[in-house]
């Protein structure tokens, strides 16, 4: 069974500064992941797909990178509204998701 | 733009039937553009992927919620539907529809699910 594995669970991070993220597979997905972002109360909200395609109307700050096994979410100035958790997703056999991150403020 | 709503009963009984429904707006659930998935996240942890049916009408189910899980198109009045039955307390959640979407490029399928429902609570409690 495919396992995403995000870390680290909480990152504490001051607004302005740059957060990143790792999201690693047990196998390997080429670059079939993507990352959402979820505030309270909320669905999820499409980041990144294809481990470093940035959705519509997406602000620059967010980037991914990454193959394989690999792979990162780089926030590269944290702006009030990041504050949220964080999730990576792939699709091997079927879909799973990393068990995310939350993005708090330091 | 496409847009999805879940509805259905926010209570449901132990070893009953949870079914929802999402409706899909502006835009056609025929039109290939998606494929329709259902997923769900238990208060407070990550989100797991129910299953998924396609234009064809093939479905996909997660491995350990098949034996439960149905999933079925209604083409005439824009919606898909699913069904668990046998529901226990582990399975009350927030139940998201989400369009999916793929690309294919050299070597690989890319998918990702966007755009989501806003999300029904489903509490399974007598």
């Known amino acids: 069974e495919m396992v995403m594995t995000q870390s680290p669970a909480t990152l504490s991070v001051s607004p302005g500064e740059r957060a990143t993220l790792s999201c690693r597979a047990s196998?390997?997905?080429?670059?079939?992941l993507a990352w959402y972002q979820q505030k309270p109360g909320q669905a999820p909200r499409l980041l990144i797909y294809?481990?470093?395609t940035r959705a519509t109307g997406v602000p620059a700050r967010f980037s991914g990178s990454g193959s394989g096994t690999e792979f990162t979410l780089t926030i590269s100035s944290l702006q009030s509204e990041d504050f949220a958790v964080y999730y990576c997703?792939?699709?091997?056999?079927?879909?799973?998701f990393g068990q995310g991150t939350k993005v708090e403020i330091k | 733009q496409v847009q999805l709503q879940e509805s259905g009963p926010g209570l449901v009984k132990p070893s009953q039937t949870l079914s929802l429904t999402c409706t899909v707006s502006?835009?056609?659930?025929?039109?290939?553009?998606?494929?329709w998935t259902w997923l769900r996240q238990p208060a407070g942890k990550g989100l797991e992927w129910i299953g998924t049916?396609?234009?064809?009408?093939?479905?996909n189910y997660s491995p350990s919620l098949k034996s439960r899980v149905t999933i079925s198109v209604d083409a005439s009045k824009n919606q898909f539907s699913l069904k668990l039955s046998s529901v226990t307390a582990a399975d009350t959640a927030v139940y998201y529809c989400?369009?999916?979407?793929?690309?294919?490029?050299?070597?690989?399928?890319?998918?990702?699910?966007?755009?989501w429902g806003h999300g029904t609570l489903v509490t399974v409690s007598s």
């Open positions: 049916i396609y234009t064809s009408g093939s479905t």
């Open positions: 196998q390997s997905v080429s670059s079939n």
């Open positions: 502006g835009g056609s659930i025929s039109s290939g553009s998606y494929f």
């Open positions: 989400a369009g999916g979407n793929f690309l294919v490029v050299v070597a690989a399928t890319l998918t990702w699910f966007d755009p």
């Open positions: 294809g481990a470093s």
């Open positions: 997703q792939q699709y091997y056999n079927w879909w799973t």
